[in-house]
């Protein structure tokens, strides 16, 4: 069973940066990290869940919502096992419950971390 841990989140000032960071271990006999997609998720109280970010098991492609765009970098240590979330230039709407996933395909549900909590405010 893939186990995921996120920590890094925090409350922070608009304008403020967190990095968030996502430990993977566990994985199934024959598989490793670098076969696992990795994505961000988040999801705010009252909200649907959006997908903030996708990097791809290389680490070449990133994907990002228009939300965050220009803000957040997702990256990945395939040595670490552990996937990344610069998030830059936060606001209020940034506020959420964050959530990272390991899936090996675009579209599978994968496995899932309990989240941290992200609170932008002054």
């Known amino acids: 069973q893939v186990q995921l841990v996120e920590a890094g989140g925090g409350l922070v000032q608009p304008g403020g940066s967190l990095r968030l960071s996502c430990a993977a271990s566990?994985?199934?006999?024959?598989?490793?990290?670098?076969?696992?997609?990795m994505k961000w998720h988040r999801q705010a109280p009252g909200k649907e869940r959006e997908l903030v970010a996708t990097i791809s098991t290389s680490g070449t492609i990133e994907k990002y919502a228009d939300s965050v765009k220009g803000r957040f970098t997702i990256s990945r240590d395939n040595v670490k096992n552990t996937v990344y979330l610069q998030m830059n230039s936060l606001k209020p709407e940034d506020t959420a419950m964050y959530y990272c996933?390991?899936?090996?395909?675009?579209?599978?549900?994968?496995?899932w971390g309990q989240g941290t909590q992200v609170t932008v405010s002054s």
């Open positions: 566990g994985f199934p006999f024959g598989f490793r990290f670098t076969h696992f997609i």
């Open positions: 996933s390991a899936a090996l395909s675009e579209k599978a549900y994968g496995y």
